[in-house]
């Protein structure tokens, strides 16, 4: 059983895991995404998200306690001049983590650890996604009556000038006597 296991030591001394973590965090903020396998991803996101939400208020505290952290004066100085000001307003959730496939050697589960705010595919800066519609055949009326309307019309509208003549023949006049008629016309 799991009970009271909230760390995943990694299969590390502490400070090994310490240290590894401080790396990749440093490595996280100056780079915006890095590739690690899937548990020091996670690992990572319950490490560096504290951090983020520390570097809203810009006191010299926050930074010391940041510095202590991450021992990176450049990564320090990133993280309180830009991350913050790109998550001011955001309540938690700073990095995503997406699974790709599994590493060929060892088979082990890779994921990419990003920061949310930085990524232009999934941002506000991506084109706004297309209406989606629906294949079903029944459904409401209201989108069948709207699409069908201008079709109605312009139906209508190829009808009218068309004037249709069709010479219709007499009962009386049988096969025969159509025949003897073209007989005579072409001169026999």
């Known amino acids: 059983m799991r009970h009271g296991k909230k760390v995943n030591h990694l299969g590390r001394t502490n400070s090994h895991r310490k240290a590894m973590l401080s790396n990749m965090a440093t490595s996280l903020i100056l780079h915006k995404r890095i590739t690690t396998t899937l548990a020091k991803a996670k690992a990572l996101r319950v490490y560096v998200e504290p951090l983020i939400t520390k570097s809203k208020s810009d006191t010299t505290h926050s930074r010391r306690t940041v510095f202590s952290y991450l021992k990176d004066k450049d990564a320090v100085s990133i993280l ?31 994921a990419i650890i990003e920061l949310v705010d930085y990524n232009t595919v999934y941002g506000a800066d991506a084109a706004p996604a297309a209406k989606k519609t629906t294949r079903r055949r029944g459904g409401s009326g209201k989108a069948k009556t709207a699409d069908a309307a201008p079709a109605e019309e312009a139906v209508v509208v190829e009808e009218t000038p068309k004037a249709e003549t069709t010479e219709e023949t007499p009962a009386a006049e049988t096969p025969a006597a159509t025949d003897k008629e073209e007989n005579a016309e072409k001169g026999e």
């Not at 001049?81 to 589960?109: F, H, M, Q």
């Open 80 to 110: 309180f001049r830009e991350v913050a000001e790109k998550v001011a307003n955001r309540p938690g959730g700073y990095t995503r983590i997406i699974k790709l496939e599994n590493r060929l050697g060892d088979n082990a589960e890779v």
